[in-house]
Structure formats: structure tokens, C-alpha cells
């Protein structure tokens, strides 16, 4: 098995449903390249903050944000409030 090298530093993600299963994962995996993280949620918070501070712990920035992505204007505020504000990801 081969381990990615890839510096992602200069780089921010956004990662959907994150709290669990994969979108965890992944982010615990571009955590390692160094690369800063949205972490979207809809319900579990308490499991979401954890997340955020194992990746904080890992020296990246990370950030949670909530929004039930089935509703138009739910998507619409996590448009403005986090993509416009903390920069469009780049990856």
C-alpha cells in the first residue's frame, strides 16, 4: 500500500457529511497532508466537535458547519455564511 505525500497546505476542503463513515475519514486523510477543512454536519453535533478537534489537534484549521443540504434555503445561508466568508475551498 502506498501513502500520498501530497502537501495540501495552502489548500481548504469542504467535506460533506462529515461527522461519520467516509466524510470522517477523508477528513482525517487531507488532515494529514495538511490541508484546512470544513466539516459539514446536519444532526451530530457532539460527534462533529470531536472531529474538529481531533483536526485542529493535528495542526490544521477546521471548522463545523451545520445545514440540512435537502433544503434550498438551508443551502443557501451555508453558501453565504461559510463559503463566501472563509474563502471557496480549493479542494
Do not use: W
Request: net charge positive; with cysteine.
Amino acid at each position: 500500500m502506498s501513502v500520498l505525500t501530497t502537501d495540501l497546505r495552502p489548500h481548504l476542503a469542504l467535506v460533506t457529511g462529515a461527522s461519520g463513515g467516509i466524510g470522517k475519514a477523508t477528513c482525517l486523510a487531507l488532515a494529514a497532508m495538511g490541508c484546512s477543512i470544513s466539516v459539514h454536519y446536519h444532526s451530530s453535533t457532539s460527534s462533529t466537535e470531536e472531529l474538529v478537534k481531533k483536526l485542529k489537534g493535528k495542526g490544521v484549521r477546521a471548522e463545523a458547519f451545520k445545514a440540512d443540504l435537502t433544503k434550498y434555503d438551508e443551502v443557501c445561508q451555508f453558501i453565504e455564511t461559510h463559503l463566501f466568508q472563509h474563502n471557496l475551498p480549493s479542494t
